[in-house]
């Protein structure tokens, strides 16, 4: 961004800020993608060209000037949510640009029904497949593969980074298949189990939205579990046969019982392998990753819980908010349950 465009973009912001205390608050996100219309032109254009177009794997902006010190430190947990919160300019920034590409939602079984999610080490889980781990890599994945309703765009904000710790990205258009391996891998002979995030075992029994009740919440766990335990065969490779989405998340998927489909698998894996990448985000900047051109993950660092680890805001965003009709409360709702 260059002044200019911080400027007016810093206007909106602050005057958004001045009505709304929170990004979680129901009024703002039924008014978020109206606000966002008012953000310059030079930031709407390239990602709406982003979204229509699919012209890269990733749209990275940059330019917002984070100040440490008024963000204050690193939280523990993400459980920590002060209102209003230290960043909620950023939020704001971060979740209108967001809304250019789509609508933000949240899950019922992830970071208590929170629509924006705080990716920071977390004591404890050091080791885990986790966006709070830390000394173990986050393996490479598709953001909620296991979930039909998963994002379109997976979105992050750095307001923190102080050991350049790089975000992993492959695009899928970079990969070369041959035919007959692309051919099994379009097919439905694959599996995905729910990642660890969505799992009852990291349920803090405390949703933060008044519609999710604690039997909703229940119900919305065992769903997982039965996804867990009976996970249904997909391809992971859909759309364009020349230019296919991915679907996969091969941490948590199961062997394929046949030589063919564990030959398709593997050789995909091997590829998305070769062409991973990584992208150490500055604090101030945004990057929305498309969730069905590329896989993303994160490098290992060491966490000194000192208040000064590396943050990040994440957004997850779908462009048909009307497909997951059946697994929200009402029509305006952003959780899936």
């Not at 029904?113 to 050091?126: C, S």
């Not at 039965?226 to 391809?235: A, F, G, K, L, S």
């Not at 994160?298 to 997951?324: C, E, T």
Request: charged share 30%; net charge negative; with cysteine.
């Amino acid at each position: 961004m260059d002044d200019a465009v911080l400027d007016r973009s810093r206007e909106l912001v602050r005057e958004v800020a001045s009505c709304h205390d929170t990004v979680e608050d129901r009024t703002f996100l039924e008014l978020a993608s109206t606000y966002a219309q008012d953000l310059p032109r030079a930031l709407r254009q390239p990602l709406n060209r982003f979204r229509l177009a699919e012209p890269a794997s990733l749209c990275v902006v940059s330019g917002w000037p984070v100040d440490d010190d008024r963000i204050g430190p690193t939280p523990t947990h993400w459980e920590s949510k002060p209102v209003p919160s230290p960043a909620l300019e950023e939020e704001i920034f971060f979740f209108l640009c967001g809304s250019l590409l789509g609508d933000p939602l949240g899950w019922a079984t992830q970071q208590d029904g929170y629509v924006m999610h705080d990716l920071l080490p977390i004591r404890g889980h050091e080791q885990e497949q986790l966006g709070s781990s830390s000394e173990t890599v986050l393996t490479w994945h598709t953001e909620d593969a296991f979930h039909p309703y998963r994002a379109d765009y997976v979105s992050l904000m750095c307001l923190r980074n102080p050991n350049n710790v790089q975000t992993t990205v492959a695009a899928g258009a970079a990969i070369e298949l041959d035919d007959d391996v692309k051919h099994v891998l379009f097919e439905p002979r694959f599996t995905i189990r729910p990642d660890e995030s969505h799992l009852p075992k990291n349920r803090s029994y405390a949703p933060k939205q008044d519609e999710i009740s604690q039997e909703l919440l229940t119900r919305s766990y065992e769903r997982i579990e039965r996804m867990n335990e009976h996970p249904e065969p997909i391809p992971v490779l859909f759309g364009d046969p020349e230019r296919p989405y991915l679907r996969l998340d091969p941490y948590f998927m199961e062997r394929p019982r046949d030589d063919e489909a564990r030959h398709a698998l593997d050789t995909l894996v091997a590829a998305i392998d070769r062409e991973l990448t990584g992208v150490a985000l500055r604090p101030g900047e945004l990057c929305f990753i498309d969730n069905f051109k590329a896989v993303h993950g994160r490098q290992p660092f060491h966490a000194s819980y000192d208040g000064r680890d590396r943050w990040m805001k994440r957004l997850n965003i779908v462009r048909d908010v009307r497909k997951s009709r059946d697994a929200r409360q009402q029509a305006a709702s952003r959780i899936i349950v």
